[in-house]
Each structure stands twice: as C-alpha cells, then as structure tokens.
C-alpha cells in the first residue's frame, strides 16, 4: 500500500493529467475515454467504474470519483442533484452499511478531507468532471454523503451556509458553465458554427441571451458553438447572426483592410450560412437570434 503522502500525491497527479486531457476534448469525455485513462507516467486509472457510480481505486484508501445520478435530460437547463441555495450536492450511498464495501472509502474521503472528482453527467455518454470537491458530512437518516461543490474549504459541515451570491456565483462557474459548454460542442460536433475550426481547445460556447438575462438559460438552443476570435466578434457585435442562420459581419469592418485575419477570418465569413447542429432541438432559437441580431443592426 502506498503511504499516505504518496496516496495524495498521486491523487494530485491524476488530478493534473485530467485536466490537460479534458481541456484538449473541449471540456468533456466519453464513458469508454474516461475507463481506458492512462496517466502521462503510463498508469492505467480508470476514472469511472464500469458498473458503479463511484471509483475506489486499489492504490487509494479514499474514493477518487463519483458520478452524480442526475441525469434526466437535455432540456432541463438545471439537471443535478445540487442544492442551489447551499451549493451542496447529496450523494446517496450504495447499499449496506457506510463502513462497508464502496461506502468505506468514501467515508475515508470524508475523515481525511480527501479531494474528489465529481463527474456531471449533461447527456447519458457526456462526462464534465468538476475538482476538486469535498465530502464534507454525511447524513445517516437519509444515507447522503453532503459534497461541497465550493473548494474553498470554508466549510467543515453542511450546517455552515454561505452568502447565497458566492454559493450562486461558485455552482454557475464550476458547474454550470461547463456543461453548458460541453453541451453545446458536443452539438456542434466540437466545430465552430461560423468558420468550421475544429480545435476544441480554441472554442467556445457562446450564449445568444447573455446568462446574466434571466431567459439566458444554459440550453443548448441558446448557445452556438464558436472559435474565439468569432465569439469575441459576436459579443461586440462585429459579427451578427440573422435568424435564417446567415452570419453578417459589421460595415465598418467590410470596409476596412488589416491583413489575413480581417480578410480571411472576417470579412470572409459575410453571408455565409452557420453549421448547425443535425438535431433540429439544439438549433439556435429563432426568436433569441432575432432579439441579438437587432442589437447587432442598431
Ligand atoms: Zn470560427
């Protein structure tokens, strides 16, 4: 068994090589990428277990991951189990007792304040892991392990509460915004909907209803998939997209020269119809389009 420095430094590693593996999908991974993971020193580490909710590694005395349950949806903008006054998320435990079998170990992640991986699940095959979280109590009554999704550590149980602002601001950033991006590439076929750049690490998902409007919802029809140079031109309006899907780039740049990226990146991309996603429901919402691309008219 490894010692427990060794543990937690292995933890860290699998943590580091996650998030460069993850980043390089565009935020999200399959089940099959995500058991068949090998770490950059050539360790296989499964990540998820292929039968299970929860992964308890052999080399670990703490559980390294869980997944969470809720999974009811793409039109449920909302889809976790995360309580969104207290940023906490309730994690059933497996049957049996809770010092016994898979229980056991996350009950160690509990006594030695262990990090964990959660993995969200947007789509049944769309794994967005946020990390570090923290088993930070445990409800016998109910059988729920209480995780923080907040990894500030400034709370030890579930009665601490936090400003309701942080807690918002913490579930939106750490867990809302990367589901909804990785719906979104995942529609999008991870390309940008304007010039067709392929490289997930350049894209992202620009929302239509900016999220601060309350009907700004983290949906797939409120959202387009776009390289950054094309979302930047889009939130400043320098490129608008009709509600026929055709894009449109502002005049004063048309009318301007300034080398390759203008020219090729922008100016080209004038009257070019958008790659829409094939299913017809993640489409870009026409009446959300209209609104957008009357502020980019005016
Ligand atoms: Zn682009």
């Known amino acids: 068994m490894l010692s427990h420095e060794e543990q937690a430094l292995l933890r ?28 950059r020193n050539g360790l296989r ?23 969470s349950a809720s999974d009811v949806g793409r039109n449920n903008p909302y889809d976790d ?9 309730r994690y059933s435990w497996a049957q049996g007792p809770v010092d016994a079998g898979d229980n056991r170990k996350l009950l160690a992640a509990l006594e030695t304040s262990a990090p964990i991986i959660l993995f969200e699940k947007p789509l049944p095959n ?10 930070i109590d445990i409800d016998l009554g109910n059988r729920h392990f209480i995780i923080d999704l907040d990894d500030s550590r400034l709370r030890t149980s579930r009665d601490v509460t ?6 918002a601001r913490v579930v939106k950033h750490r867990v809302h915004q990367p589901m909804f991006r990785a719906r979104v590439l995942s529609a999008y076929n991870k390309k940008c909907a304007v010039c067709t750049l392929k490289y997930p690490e350049l894209l992202d998902a620009a929302h239509i209803i900016s999220d601060s409007d309350e009907r700004g919802l ?23 997209v009709s509600p026929d899907y055709v894009v449109h780039i502002n005049e004063r740049l048309l009318a301007d020269r300034n080398g390759p990226m203008l020219q090729f990146g922008l100016q080209a991309m004038n009257g070019k119809l958008l790659e829409l996603p094939s299913r017809r429901d993640d489409r870009p919402d026409r009446d959300y389009l209209a609104e957008r691309f009357a502020q980019f008219g005016a």
């Open 218 to 240: 983290p949906v797939v029809s409120n959202g387009m998939a776009m390289c950054k140079i094309h979302h930047a031109a889009y939130d400043q309006d320098f490129l608008g």
């Open 81 to 89: 189990a995360i309580d969104r006054e207290s940023g906490l998320l």
């Open 12 to 39: 860290l590693e699998i943590f580091a090589d996650l998030e460069l593996f993850i980043e390089s999908r565009g935020g999200f991974a399959s089940r099959d990428e995500l058991t068949g993971f090998v770490m």
């Open 45 to 67: 580490m499964p990540l998820v277990d292929t039968s299970r909710g929860i992964r308890n590694p052999q080399e670990l005395e703490a559980t390294l991951a869980i997944v």
């Open 162 to 167: 936090l400003d309701k602002k942080y807690v």
């Open 126 to 135: 769309l794994y967005v892991p946020v990390f570090p979280v923290y088993v």
